[in-house]
């Protein structure tokens, strides 16, 4: 099992020697932390050198471009193909706070899909509220990818599948009220989703009063594997090999 996106990061985790030794006892085979600024990027490239199992998306989130400037993507280009990054994430828009600057978050989104085209790396999207500008930005571009924590509906899920993009499915699956994800799991193949946790967020049903954390993920695939009628180490199989199609470990 692989954690397609966590933010593993020192200001939420006491002991992250600790943490690392539980998801490998979770059975967790290894998890890509995701870089939101430039702070977490660095940390990023900090924990895929210390752990082994630790592999790293890097970018520059949507609500976190406060500061940007040329030298930042200058940086990302450099570092992209460190060793153990394995994606640009988390990049992508966001325009559910009233004083959204979309014509900031569409530059730096186009320029950071940039990156990934000529280093041909996958992407993982951050998209809310604005699902449908996603969409038509990333079609520009040659890229393939996630869209993480997916929250559209089945048609538009399926439109992100044309381009090559998988479904990223979270906690949120588990949620009572997730109609949408669970449609879209319903309608869509096996094929087609990988699994993450967005920790420290977003924790599963049984577990939303904790922090959350990559050993999460079997629940995830529980949830999965039940709405799809198959077994869990079916569906985790078919997972596995999405995986494996999409990063390069």
Known sequence: MVDTHCHLFSQYYSSMDDLISKIKEAGIKKI???GCDMDSNIEVLQLVKKYDCVYGALGFHPTELVGMDESYLEWLDMHVMDDKIV???EIGLDYHYDDTDKIIQTEYFK????IAEKHNKPVIIHTRDAIQDTYDIVSEYNVVGSVHCFSGSVEMAKQFIKLGFFIGVGGI????NAKNILNVIKNIGLE??????DS??????????EINTP???PLILKKVADIKEVSES???????FNVDCLFDF
């Not at 320029?111 to 940039?114: A, G, N, P, V």
């Not at 420290?200 to 009063?209: A, H, V």
């Open 32 to 34: 890509i932390v995701n």
């Open 87 to 89: 994606a640009v994430g």
């Open 111 to 114: 320029k950071q899909l940039s």
């Open 173 to 176: 699956c588990t949620y009572k």
């Open 192 to 197: 087609y989703i990988l699994l993450e946790t």
């Open 200 to 209: 420290p967020y977003l924790s599963p049903e049984g577990k939303r009063s």
């Open 215 to 217: 050993c999460n993920i």
């Open 234 to 240: 079916y569906a985790e199989e078919i997972i596995s």
